[in-house]
C-alpha cells in the first residue's frame, strides 16, 4: 500500500524556520518526482517545489532562495526545508510523488504551518 505521511508542520513566528518531512512507503522511491505543495484557506493549491529523478530541484518564485528540497533515497524521504518564513507561508502543505514508470501520484494528507507573532 502506498503511502505518504507529512510531519513537522508547526505555529512559528516571521522570520523562522521549519522543516517538513514526507515519508514514502510502499513506492520505489528512487523513480518518483516528489514535489510539496501548499493550500491556504480560500485558495486553490499551489505548486511549491519539485525535485525529480536526477535531482534537479526547481520552485515557484515566491519561496526562491528560501526554501530547500532534498530526499534521501535510503530513508524513501522527501524534505522541506523553510526559511525567513512569511505569514503568507501559512497553509496546509502536501507532498506528492509521481511515479516516472506507470504515471501514478499519490499525496499525502498534509501537515499545517502556521506563521504569526
Do not use: H
Amino acid at each position: 500500500q502506498v503511502q505518504l505521511v507529512e510531519s513537522g508542520g508547526d505555529l512559528v513566528q516571521p522570520g523562522g524556520s521549519l522543516r517538513l518531512s514526507c515519508a514514502a512507503s510502499g513506492i520505489i522511491f528512487s523513480r518518483n518526482v516528489l514535489g510539496w505543495y501548499r493550500q491556504a484557506p480560500g485558495n486553490q493549491r499551489e505548486w511549491v517545489a519539485t525535485i525529480n529523478v536526477g535531482g534537479i530541484t526547481t520552485y515557484t518564485d515566491s519561496v526562491k532562495d528560501r526554501f530547500i528540497i532534498s530526499r534521501e533515497i535510503a530513508e524513501s524521504t522527501v524534505y522541506l526545508q523553510m526559511y525567513s518564513l512569511k505569514p503568507e507561508d501559512t497553509a496546509v502543505y502536501y507532498c506528492k510523488a509521481r511515479d516516472t514508470g506507470t504515471g501514478l501520484a499519490k499525496w499525502g494528507q498534509g501537515t499545517q504551518v502556521t506563521v504569526s507573532s
